[in-house]
C-alpha cells in the first residue's frame, strides 16, 4: 500500500459518509419506513446511551493529541 | 413586554450571553493553541477546556428530548467502523509520508495559528453539545 492507496480509501470512506448522509435525509424527507438515521440523529443515539462516555474520552484524547501533543512548523 | 420576554428567556440563550461566551472562547483557543506542544501548559490549556467544555454541555442540556430509534445506524456503524480499520492499518505502517494518517494529514490545516484556533473553537463546541444530557 502505498500513499495514493492510503489516500484514495480516506476520499472513499468519506464520500460512503456523505452518501450516507444524503440518503437519509432523503428517505426523511419521503417518510420511508424504516429508514436510515441521519448523521444528527446518530450522534442523539450515541449521546443518550451508556457509550458516551468512551466518546468523550476519545474526544478529550484527540484534543490532547491534535493539539497539545504535534510539532508546529 | 421585550423586557418581559429577556425574564422568561433562559441566561443562556441571551444573545448578549451568547456573544460574550463565543468571543471568550475565541479568545482562550487563539491562547492556547498559542503555548509550546509537548509541554504541561500545553495539555493543562487543552484537557483543561475539554473539560470545562464538558461541563457547560452538561449544564445546558435541552429538555425533554426523545431518544431515536437505534435502528437505521447500521451503515453508519459499518462505515466507522471500516473508517477506524483504514486509520489504524496507515499508522502501524511506515513511513509516514507513504501511510498517512488522518492526524498526520490535519497537521497542514493546523500549521497555521488561526486555523488551530478555529479548529480548537470547533472541538471545544462539538464537545460541550455532545456532551449534553
Known sequence: ?73 | MARDNESVRPWSERPAVRAAGAVGVLAYAWWATGRSPFTTTATLAVVGAGLAAMAVGRALRPPNESRPARAGAARWVLILVALAVWQLSAYVQQPRSEHPTLSSLSNAALDSRPGRALAFTAWLVAGARFARR
Open chain 1, 1 to 73: 500500500m502505498n500513499r495514493g492507496i492510503t489516500l484514495a480509501g480516506y476520499v472513499a470512506l468519506a464520500a460512503a459518509l456523505v452518501l450516507q448522509e444524503v440518503s437519509a435525509r432523503r428517505a426523511r424527507r419521503k417518510h420511508r419506513v424504516p429508514r436510515p438515521l441521519t448523521f444528527a440523529e446518530l450522534v442523539a443515539v450515541v449521546r443518550l446511551s451508556p457509550l458516551r462516555w468512551l466518546l468523550l474520552a476519545g474526544w478529550l484524547w484527540m484534543g490532547w493529541h491534535l493539539f497539545a501533543r504535534v510539532h508546529w512548523h
